[in-house]
């Protein structure tokens, strides 16, 4: 896996958490336990600090960057769906940002919150608990999530899938 320190800046990777061989992981990055990287996702902490919590997927395309001013943080339990960008922006626990979204500088989506696909969050919005986020910028729609099924049951799909690439994945060229 490309994993790589930028100057004194290491990431810190927990035993327990997953990165795939074709993620790359730059800086001052820390994953928590449970938690997985996809392939061709792309975290670099090289302006500021990115925190990924515990139980969390970042999945394939997915790039998380940061800035000198605005940390980058998931927290623990997230899905965070494919293609996604995600840069200086608070992600609280048990949330869903769906595939192709984008959450910009300052932005919050509050804890069992929901980014639809392909959605725009732009700089300081605030996406409540259990609201959605939809559309291009995001229109918030407040009281529509049902964690349970719409983001508790995708987490911990990623989550049982850790074993499996990480006892068998093997490359075949």
């Known amino acids: 896996m490309a994993i790589y320190a930028l100057g004194d800046q290491e990431p810190d990777i927990d035993p327990d958490a997953y990165v795939h061989p074709d993620a790359v992981v730059i ?11 996809w392939p061709h996702a792309v975290l670099r902490g090289d302006d500021g600090e990115i925190v990924i919590g515990a139980g ?20 623990d339990d997230c899905v965070v769906g494919h293609n996604v960008h ?12 769906g595939s192709g979204s984008v959450v910009l500088h300052r932005a919050v989506v509050r804890s069992e919150a ?14 409540p608990s259990r609201a959605m986020a939809l559309g291009v910028p995001a229109v918030i729609k407040e009281d529509r999530v049902d964690p349970e099924t719409m983001i508790q049951l995708g987490a911990q799909a990623y989550r049982d899938r850790i074993p ?4 068998g994945l093997r490359r075949l060229d």
Do not use: K, M
């Open 27 to 37: 800086g001052s990055v820390r994953i928590g336990p449970r938690s997985s990287v």
């Open 56 to 75: 969390t997927s970042i999945q394939d395309g997915t790039v998380v960057h940061t800035t000198p001013f605005w940390p980058t943080t998931v927290g």
């Open 86 to 97: 995600l840069e200086g922006c608070t992600i609280e626990d048990g949330s869903l940002v």
């Open 114 to 127: 929901l980014v639809g696909a392909n959605a725009l969050v732009t700089n300081d919005t605030e996406v």
């Open 164 to 167: 499996r690439y990480r006892d």
